[in-house]
Protein backbone atom coordinates (compact mmCIF):
# COMPACT_ATOMS: atom_id res chain seq x y z
CA UNK A 1 0.00 0.00 0.00
CA UNK A 2 1.72 3.45 -1.11
CA UNK A 3 1.59 6.25 1.66
CA UNK A 4 -0.38 8.88 1.97
CA UNK A 5 0.95 12.09 -0.01
CA UNK A 6 1.55 14.42 2.50
CA UNK A 7 0.90 18.24 2.29
CA UNK A 8 1.51 21.39 4.79
CA UNK A 9 -0.04 24.53 5.67
CA UNK A 10 1.69 26.93 7.48
CA UNK A 11 0.66 30.01 9.53
CA UNK A 12 2.60 32.02 11.68
CA UNK A 13 0.60 34.40 14.21
CA UNK A 14 1.65 36.88 16.82
CA UNK A 15 -1.33 38.36 19.48
CA UNK A 16 -4.50 37.32 16.81
CA UNK A 17 -7.47 36.78 19.12
CA UNK A 18 -8.55 33.23 19.67
CA UNK A 19 -11.77 33.72 17.50
CA UNK A 20 -9.98 34.70 15.01
CA UNK A 21 -6.85 31.87 14.97
CA UNK A 22 -10.18 29.39 15.44
CA UNK A 23 -11.28 29.99 12.13
CA UNK A 24 -8.57 29.73 10.87
CA UNK A 25 -7.60 26.63 12.24
CA UNK A 26 -11.15 25.51 11.39
CA UNK A 27 -10.97 25.95 7.46
CA UNK A 28 -7.72 23.78 7.56
CA UNK A 29 -9.30 20.76 9.28
CA UNK A 30 -12.09 20.94 6.62
CA UNK A 31 -9.98 20.57 3.77
CA UNK A 32 -11.43 18.52 1.09
CA UNK A 33 -7.50 16.72 0.53
CA UNK A 34 -6.20 16.97 4.28
CA UNK A 35 -3.47 18.82 5.59
CA UNK A 36 -1.21 19.02 7.88
CA UNK A 37 -1.21 22.79 10.01
CA UNK A 38 1.95 23.61 10.88
CA UNK A 39 0.98 26.97 13.70
CA UNK A 40 4.17 28.81 14.39
CA UNK A 41 4.19 31.88 17.47
CA UNK A 42 6.02 34.56 17.00
CA UNK A 43 7.30 35.00 21.03
CA UNK A 44 2.67 34.99 22.10
CA UNK A 45 2.16 31.37 22.59
CA UNK A 46 -1.65 30.62 23.31
CA UNK A 47 -1.78 27.29 24.99
CA UNK A 48 -4.96 26.35 23.60
CA UNK A 49 -3.85 25.77 20.83
CA UNK A 50 -1.75 22.57 22.06
CA UNK A 51 -4.95 20.97 22.40
CA UNK A 52 -5.68 21.62 18.20
CA UNK A 53 -5.18 18.91 15.61
CA UNK A 54 -1.97 20.92 14.99
CA UNK A 55 1.66 21.14 14.81
CA UNK A 56 2.40 24.27 17.52
CA UNK A 57 5.94 25.30 17.03
CA UNK A 58 7.00 28.18 19.78
CA UNK A 59 9.14 30.96 19.13
CA UNK A 60 10.68 32.31 22.58
CA UNK A 61 10.89 36.21 21.16
CA UNK A 62 8.86 38.02 18.43
CA UNK A 63 10.81 39.09 15.27
CA UNK A 64 8.76 41.90 14.37
CA UNK A 65 8.89 41.51 10.83
CA UNK A 66 5.34 40.58 9.78
CA UNK A 67 5.25 37.08 10.49
CA UNK A 68 8.32 36.65 8.15
CA UNK A 69 10.69 35.14 10.62
CA UNK A 70 8.01 32.10 11.48
CA UNK A 71 6.62 31.87 8.51
CA UNK A 72 10.25 30.75 6.94
CA UNK A 73 10.97 28.14 9.69
CA UNK A 74 7.46 26.81 9.42
CA UNK A 75 8.04 26.26 5.63
CA UNK A 76 11.50 25.57 5.82
CA UNK A 77 10.48 22.74 8.49
CA UNK A 78 8.09 21.04 6.33
CA UNK A 79 10.37 21.51 3.16
CA UNK A 80 12.63 19.50 5.08
CA UNK A 81 10.30 16.97 6.35
CA UNK A 82 9.75 16.71 2.37
CA UNK A 83 5.67 17.31 2.19
CA UNK A 84 4.57 17.44 -0.82
CA UNK A 85 3.27 20.93 -1.37
CA UNK A 86 2.98 23.62 1.14
CA UNK A 87 0.26 26.66 1.48
CA UNK A 88 0.80 29.39 3.72
CA UNK A 89 -1.96 31.13 5.47
CA UNK A 90 -1.91 34.14 7.58
CA UNK A 91 -3.60 33.97 10.88
CA UNK A 92 -6.51 36.61 10.20
CA UNK A 93 -7.30 34.72 6.74
CA UNK A 94 -9.12 31.72 6.45
CA UNK A 95 -9.48 28.88 3.36
CA UNK A 96 -12.24 27.65 1.86
CA UNK A 97 -12.96 23.47 1.94
CA UNK A 98 -11.43 22.88 -1.40
CA UNK A 99 -8.64 24.91 -0.84
CA UNK A 100 -5.83 22.33 -1.17
CA UNK A 101 -7.77 20.20 -3.77
CA UNK A 102 -7.89 23.33 -6.13
CA UNK A 103 -4.25 23.84 -6.32
CA UNK A 104 -3.14 20.38 -6.34
CA UNK A 105 -5.89 20.26 -9.90
CA UNK A 106 -4.26 23.39 -11.17
CA UNK A 107 -0.58 22.33 -10.39
CA UNK A 108 -2.06 18.98 -12.45
CA UNK A 109 -3.70 21.01 -15.11
CA UNK A 110 -0.13 22.97 -15.71
CA UNK A 111 0.99 22.80 -19.14
CA UNK A 112 3.38 20.20 -19.98
CA UNK A 113 2.46 18.26 -16.38
CA UNK A 114 5.28 21.05 -14.95
CA UNK A 115 4.27 23.37 -12.02
CA UNK A 116 6.40 24.69 -9.44
CA UNK A 117 3.95 26.88 -7.46
CA UNK A 118 0.01 27.94 -7.45
CA UNK A 119 -1.17 31.34 -7.39
CA UNK A 120 -4.50 30.79 -5.44
CA UNK A 121 -7.41 33.39 -5.85
CA UNK A 122 -8.62 35.12 -2.64
CA UNK A 123 -12.06 36.83 -1.81
CA UNK A 124 -11.84 40.12 0.37
CA UNK A 125 -14.34 40.28 3.51
CA UNK A 126 -15.02 42.73 5.99
CA UNK A 127 -15.04 41.99 9.76
CA UNK A 128 -18.89 40.29 9.23
CA UNK A 129 -17.35 38.18 6.71
CA UNK A 130 -19.15 39.69 4.19
CA UNK A 131 -17.30 39.97 -0.04
CA UNK A 132 -16.57 43.01 -0.67
CA UNK A 133 -16.17 43.93 -4.52
CA UNK A 134 -12.29 44.32 -4.45
CA UNK A 135 -10.72 44.43 -8.51
CA UNK A 136 -7.57 42.36 -7.17
CA UNK A 137 -4.73 43.67 -8.41
CA UNK A 138 -2.82 41.86 -11.55
CA UNK A 139 -0.67 39.06 -10.58
CA UNK A 140 1.92 39.96 -12.83
CA UNK A 141 2.47 42.66 -10.24
CA UNK A 142 1.37 41.22 -6.44
CA UNK A 143 -0.01 37.60 -5.00
CA UNK A 144 -0.25 37.99 -1.52
CA UNK A 145 1.23 35.69 1.22
CA UNK A 146 -1.68 33.52 1.98
CA UNK A 147 -2.39 32.63 -1.81
CA UNK A 148 1.39 31.21 -2.35
CA UNK A 149 0.86 27.10 -3.01
CA UNK A 150 4.57 25.52 -3.39
CA UNK A 151 5.62 22.36 -4.77
CA UNK A 152 9.04 20.84 -3.93
CA UNK A 153 10.34 22.71 -7.38
CA UNK A 154 9.72 26.07 -5.46
CA UNK A 155 11.27 25.05 -2.26
CA UNK A 156 14.79 26.23 -2.87
CA UNK A 157 13.28 29.80 -2.62
CA UNK A 158 11.13 28.99 0.93
CA UNK A 159 14.11 30.72 3.14
CA UNK A 160 14.16 34.07 1.56
CA UNK A 161 10.79 35.06 4.23
CA UNK A 162 12.85 34.16 7.15
CA UNK A 163 16.14 36.07 5.60
CA UNK A 164 14.78 39.38 3.50
CA UNK A 165 15.68 42.72 5.19
CA UNK A 166 13.46 43.32 7.94
CA UNK A 167 12.92 46.90 6.57
CA UNK A 168 11.26 44.75 3.59
CA UNK A 169 8.72 43.44 5.86
CA UNK A 170 5.15 45.75 5.51
CA UNK A 171 5.37 44.64 1.66
CA UNK A 172 7.39 41.22 1.73
CA UNK A 173 5.12 39.46 -0.38
CA UNK A 174 5.94 41.94 -3.19
CA UNK A 175 9.70 41.56 -2.06
CA UNK A 176 9.63 37.94 -2.69
CA UNK A 177 7.21 37.61 -5.71
CA UNK A 178 10.12 39.48 -7.62
CA UNK A 179 12.72 37.30 -6.25
CA UNK A 180 10.05 34.18 -6.93
CA UNK A 181 9.82 35.77 -10.67
CA UNK A 182 13.24 36.47 -10.99
CA UNK A 183 13.91 32.82 -10.91
CA UNK A 184 11.76 31.91 -13.81
CA UNK A 185 9.66 29.21 -12.18
CA UNK A 186 6.52 27.72 -13.50
CA UNK A 187 3.34 28.71 -12.00
CA UNK A 188 -0.28 28.09 -11.81
CA UNK A 189 -3.40 29.92 -10.80
CA UNK A 190 -6.44 28.76 -9.85
CA UNK A 191 -9.71 29.20 -11.26
CA UNK A 192 -11.83 30.63 -8.63
CA UNK A 193 -10.77 32.13 -4.71
CA UNK A 194 -10.21 29.75 -2.42
CA UNK A 195 -8.87 31.99 0.37
CA UNK A 196 -10.60 34.57 2.25
CA UNK A 197 -8.66 37.62 2.88
CA UNK A 198 -9.78 39.98 6.18
CA UNK A 199 -9.55 43.11 4.68
CA UNK A 200 -8.48 46.02 7.17
CA UNK A 201 -7.27 48.40 4.39
CA UNK A 202 -8.91 51.54 4.89
CA UNK A 203 -8.48 52.28 0.87
CA UNK A 204 -10.26 49.61 -0.05
CA UNK A 205 -13.40 50.97 2.28
CA UNK A 206 -13.20 53.94 1.09
CA UNK A 207 -12.79 52.98 -2.56
CA UNK A 208 -16.98 51.46 -1.98
CA UNK A 209 -18.12 54.55 -0.12
CA UNK A 210 -17.86 52.80 3.08
CA UNK A 211 -16.44 53.94 6.45
CA UNK A 212 -13.02 51.88 7.41
CA UNK A 213 -13.91 49.45 10.40
CA UNK A 214 -11.78 50.28 13.87
CA UNK A 215 -9.05 48.05 13.15
CA UNK A 216 -8.51 49.19 9.99
CA UNK A 217 -5.08 50.26 8.81
CA UNK A 218 -3.29 51.90 6.01
CA UNK A 219 -2.24 50.35 2.85
CA UNK A 220 1.04 49.23 3.15
CA UNK A 221 4.30 50.89 2.30
CA UNK A 222 7.75 50.22 0.91
CA UNK A 223 8.81 53.88 1.47
CA UNK A 224 10.91 53.02 4.85
CA UNK A 225 12.06 50.20 2.99
CA UNK A 226 13.46 52.25 0.40
CA UNK A 227 14.78 54.80 2.32
CA UNK A 228 16.88 52.60 4.04
CA UNK A 229 18.26 50.89 0.93
CA UNK A 230 19.65 54.61 0.01
CA UNK A 231 21.86 54.77 2.97
CA UNK A 232 23.85 51.26 2.37
CA UNK A 233 27.14 51.10 0.85
CA UNK A 234 27.51 48.88 -2.74
CA UNK A 235 28.25 45.85 -0.30
CA UNK A 236 25.97 46.14 2.05
CA UNK A 237 23.30 46.05 -0.78
CA UNK A 238 24.36 43.32 -2.53
CA UNK A 239 24.68 41.46 0.35
CA UNK A 240 21.31 42.26 1.62
CA UNK A 241 20.32 41.70 -1.98
CA UNK A 242 21.77 38.16 -1.61
CA UNK A 243 18.62 37.87 1.31
CA UNK A 244 16.41 39.27 -0.21
CA UNK A 245 16.58 36.84 -3.10
CA UNK A 246 17.69 38.73 -6.07
CA UNK A 247 19.50 42.50 -6.77
CA UNK A 248 18.14 45.26 -4.80
CA UNK A 249 18.72 48.84 -6.48
CA UNK A 250 18.94 52.14 -4.48
CA UNK A 251 16.35 55.04 -5.22
CA UNK A 252 17.53 57.16 -7.79
CA UNK A 253 18.55 60.50 -6.35
CA UNK A 254 16.93 63.72 -7.95
CA UNK A 255 18.59 66.20 -8.99
CA UNK A 256 20.20 69.04 -6.95
CA UNK A 257 18.02 72.19 -7.68
CA UNK A 258 19.04 74.95 -9.33
Not at 77 to 95: C, G, H, P, S, T
Not at 213 to 230: E, H
Request: with cysteine.
Amino acid sequence: MSERRRYAVVTPYHREAPDMLQRCLDSVKRQTVAADHVVVADGFPQGWIDGEPVRHLRLDRAHGDNGNTPRGVGALLAAAERYEAIALLDADNWLEPEHVETCLAAARAASRGICDFVIARRTFRRPDNTVMAVTEESIDTHVDTSCFFFLTGSYHTLAIWALMPKKASPVCDRVFYQAIRQRRLIAAVTPRPTVNFYCRYESAYRALGEKPPLDAKPNASGRAFVDWLATLSDRELEIEGRLAGGPLARPARKPAAR
